[in-house]
């Protein structure tokens, strides 16, 4: 017993980088708490005495605001991060090694007898706010995104995010350039990162590139009308102030490109 609140509390400090002592990790860590109390409730729930593992796993709840049904399956250093709100299901089994945030629910999709919650492998991640519901698994290694709404099976290693739920593969870290631009487009990047790739991410991500690429040929175009002193027609449309990147001359100090001594403008061309 003593062996396997070792290394309960060695998980902990694994995976938060908040404990500081162990003293705190005992004394401040409602989800420790849980899984200590419903491992008393699970001993009695399977000799039979399920009234009394009921009450236990109440007051657990009353505690810790962690809810965890005293028939669950819970397996070696199960780690709930600050953990208000958790809901684990009768019928859920969880691997070694699992980590839950807040919010998450292990839940079921049916009133029938019988499996109705899902099986999480080993090293599964379940974001904060996750919904986990139906009798599927959830492979080893997988990651549910926060909020996430899983109704179907995860295979192993895989990333789950959105609602419903859907599998995302990995992607690459994006260019620096990508990454300026979408600082200047007020875009976080955070989305297109290996920690949560995501489909929608992506494609801003390609579409801030492109953006780039505009960004330079715009540049281009201004250098050459410069060194050409062309004159903008305006016809009927209202005259556009071009951005300071168009390089050296009258535009940078917020000058029309004609000759300011120059009353004159360009005839708009004849209707027809």
């Known amino acids: 017993m003593f062996a396997r609140i070792r290394e309960d509390i060695a998980s902990v400090f694994q995976r938060d980088p908040a404990a500081r002592t162990t003293w705190e990790v005992l004394t401040c860590y409602p989800g420790l708490h849980a899984v200590w109390m419903h491992r008393v409730a699970h001993a009695l729930w399977i000799r039979g005495w399920r009234w009394l593992a009921r009450w236990i796993a109440h007051?657990?709840?009353?505690?810790?605001?962690?809810?965890?049904?005293?028939?669950?399956?819970?397996?070696?250093?199960?780690?709930i991060d600050h953990g208000m709100g958790v809901v684990i299901g009768e019928t859920a089994e969880i691997g070694d090694d699992v980590t839950l945030y807040q919010g998450v629910t292990l839940g079921g999709t049916s009133w029938n007898q019988g499996k109705r919650h899902p099986t999480l492998g080993d090293k599964v991640v379940v974001g904060g706010g996750a919904k986990v519901l139906g009798p599927f698994t959830v492979g080893e290694g997988a990651r549910i995104g926060?909020?996430?709404?899983?109704?179907?099976?995860?295979?192993p290693g895989a990333t789950a995010v959105g609602?419903?739920?859907?599998?995302?593969?990995?992607?690459?870290?994006?260019?620096?350039?990508?990454?300026?631009?979408?600082?200047?487009?007020?875009?976080?990047?955070?989305?297109?990162s290996r920690d949560m790739p995501d489909p929608v991410a992506g494609a801003i991500?390609?579409?801030?590139?492109?953006?780039?690429?505009?960004d330079e040929?715009?540049?281009?175009?201004?250098?050459?009308?410069?060194?050409?002193?062309?004159?903008?027609?305006?016809?009927?449309?209202?005259?556009?102030?071009?951005?300071?990147?168009?390089?050296?001359?009258?535009?940078?100090?917020?000058?029309?490109?004609?000759?300011?001594?120059?009353?004159?403008?360009?005839?708009p061309p004849p209707r027809a």
């Open 146 to 155: 926060s909020n996430a709404v899983v109704v179907k099976e995860v295979p």
């Open 163 to 192: 609602i419903p739920a859907r599998i995302v593969q990995e992607q690459a870290e994006p260019s620096d350039q990508v990454k300026a631009i979408a600082q200047t487009l007020g875009f976080d990047a955070y989305g297109l």
């Open 59 to 79: 007051w657990s709840r009353w505690m810790t605001g962690i809810e965890i049904h005293p028939g669950a399956r819970i397996g070696r250093r199960l780690f």
């Open 205 to 214: 991500s390609r579409m801030l590139g492109h953006i780039q690429e505009l």
């Open 217 to 267: 040929r715009v540049v281009q175009l201004c250098k050459v009308l410069h060194q050409l002193d062309a004159r903008m027609p305006e016809a009927e449309l209202s005259r556009l102030d071009l951005p300071g990147f168009c390089g050296d001359g009258p535009v940078l100090k917020g000058e029309s490109p004609l000759d300011p001594r120059d009353d004159r403008r360009p005839e």
